[in-house]
């Protein structure tokens, strides 16, 4: 199963142009290192295509003239979720509107490891040389 949905972002890669497989060399490292990287965005991009629809839906109930109370916080609290997940899709590295926050708290030590990384000074490209 994994295959085939690996087989079908191949395809839609090459036929979006974003691979080019008549160069492609599987033995090299490097081209299976960026073609991995490229399958990963094509499968990002039609996931932020699908939460876009998603988002799209939800606008058109919050529209609807005929909702009551009840029936609008939920829709209301199901489109923000819906740009919660648009957000993180588009950008995943920030992930500071998480929808359940008490699940997403960093431990001590991952912390501590954050905040040593931080302190670290930068390492200049002249000081490599």
């Not at 395809?11 to 142009?17: E, K, L, P, Q, Y």
């Not at 060399?25 to 932020?48: G, S």
């Not at 199901?78 to 960093?106: C, G, M, Q, R, Y």
Request: overall charge negative; hydrophobic content about 35%; charged content about 35%.
């Amino acid at each position: 199963m994994e295959r085939d949905r690996v087989a079908a972002y191949m395809v839609r890669a090459a036929a979006t142009g974003a691979v080019d497989y008549s160069v492609a060399d599987p033995t090299d490292i490097n081209w299976r290192i960026r073609h991995r990287l490229l399958l990963r965005e094509v499968h990002r991009k039609e996931e932020q295509d699908l939460l876009k629809a998603v988002h799209s839906h939800w606008c058109a109930y919050v529209s609807h003239g005929n909702l009551n109370d009840d029936s609008f916080s939920r829709v209301k609290k199901e489109l923000s979720n819906a740009i919660v997940d648009l957000k993180n899709n588009a950008f995943p590295w920030d992930k500071s509107d998480k929808k359940d926050n008490e699940n997403s708290t960093i431990d001590s030590t991952t912390q501590q490891l954050i905040d040593i990384y931080k302190a670290m000074p930068e390492i200049s490209e002249e000081e490599d040389d």
